[in-house]
């Protein structure tokens, strides 16, 4: 994320400017009225991997970045919200299934990648299976005929295999 795509501070709207706060540390946005300092961090992701009809159920992307590719229902947790009901409003968003978010597969971060993911493990509890938001199929899969080769991102392949190894 290229810090200087913010300008403004968010409290008292001057302007922000490049400035090491702490010896060691990145340089970090401050406000040059205020002194607000603009803490960037990156934005988490929940996701969720459950079986419906003895195989795992993927979702393929609509949108970027992965469109056409398959991943498991996951979306950005919004604040004030438990990551593992994120992971569940994002099966109902995007598949149509009630799950139930349970222990943690894995968490996936990479260098220079602005979310961190989060992937649980979840137990399917009923709904109709169908692409909505941001899908354009859904589709279960078996365990040994999983589109390894088609995967959206780097993070869906790890969770799989995790998922694979643990469940």
Do not use: H
Request: glycine share 12%; charged share 30%; hydrophobic share 40%.
């Amino acid at each position: 994320m290229n810090p200087l795509e913010y300008r403004f501070c968010p409290r008292c709207g001057g302007p922000l400017g490049l400035r090491v706060v702490k010896e060691g540390e990145p340089e970090r946005l401050v406000c040059e009225e205020c002194g607000f300092v603009f803490y960037q961090g990156p934005k988490l992701v929940a996701a969720v991997i459950f079986e419906v009809d003895g195989g795992i159920l993927l979702t393929q992307r609509a949108i970027e970045p992965g469109y056409g590719k398959w991943t498991f229902p996951g979306g950005f947790v919004e604040r004030g919200e438990r990551a593992e009901a994120a992971a569940e409003r994002e099966a109902r968003q995007e598949a149509g299934m009630e799950v139930e978010a349970g222990e943690i597969v894995g968490l996936y971060s990479y260098e220079d990648q602005i979310p961190v993911i989060a992937v649980f493990a979840g137990r399917f509890r009923g709904g109709e299976m169908q692409p909505l938001d941001e899908t354009m199929a859904v589709r279960v899969f078996p365990r040994d005929e999983l589109p390894w080769n088609e995967m959206a991102f780097p993070s869906t392949e790890e969770a799989l295999g995790d998922y694979l190894r643990k469940f």
